[in-house]
T-cell receptor, first 108, second 115 residues
């Protein structure tokens, strides 16, 4: 059974601090890795994807991938109240599967 | 339309009735996924259509669930003899399979409530 694991949270981070979200996956054949953000009552939206080991930065967001450890992370710098949402890790092997998500709460 | 369209947006049904949920993907997108999201939970994979290949049905929870995709476009998810545990938001997503990112574009979902 291919799995994607995330800490469900909630993760509370002060405004302006760095939020760190983590994800592990079981399928070593996975090719691409995604972070989706989902606001309450809304559909998920893609914020980052990564497919090579190392870091990928996009504005305040940095995705980190370590295929040897089967580990993906998302860092959010200068956290804002608008970053409060559920963050879903997704992994693409023969299909795209999601973790259960981590609820992030930015404290004003 | 510009995005993935799902209907109905809300469906309330009685236990034991059959329901059909429809998804109209973005034009030209060859990949189509159905996921289920129960309250406060993540996205549970149900089924994946990729072009003309046989669908990956490995996530369907029981034989009461079925899905088809006609003409490589519109998809219908059918739940027979609905049970209360089927209550959830059913999300459809499409992707241009040749897009290396594999980004999924989601519809607004169909909220199913089984009384």
């Amino acid at each position: 059974q291919k799995e994607v694991e995330q800490n469900s949270g909630p993760l509370s981070v002060p405004e302006g601090a760095i939020a760190s979200l983590n994800c592990t996956y079981s399928d070593r054949g996975s090719q691409s890795f995604f972070w989706y953000r989902q606001y309450s009552g809304k559909s998920p939206e893609l914020i980052m994807f990564i497919y090579s080991n190392g870091d990928k930065e996009d504005g305040r967001f940095t995705a980190q991938l370590n295929k040897a450890s089967q580990y993906v992370s998302l860092l959010i710098r200068d956290s804002q109240p608008s970053d409060s949402a559920t963050y879903l890790c997704a992994v693409k092997g023969d299909k795209i599967i999601f973790g259960k998500g981590t609820r992030l709460h930015i404290l004003p | 339309g510009a995005g993935v369209s799902q209907s109905p947006s809300n469906k309330v049904t009685e236990k034991g009735k059959d329901v059909e949920l429809r998804c109209d993907p973005i034009s030209g997108h060859t990949a189509l996924y159905w996921y289920r999201q129960s309250l406060g939970q993540g996205l549970e994979f149900l089924i994946y259509f990729q072009g003309n290949s046989a669908p990956d049905k490995s996530g369907l929870p029981s034989d009461r669930f079925s899905a088809e995709r006609t003409g490589g476009s519109v998809s219908t998810l059918t739940i027979q003899r609905t049970q209360q545990e089927d209550s959830a938001v059913y999300l459809c997503a499409s992707s241009p399979i040749l897009d290396f990112t594999g980004e999924l574009f989601f519809g607004e979902g169909s909220r199913l409530t089984v009384l």
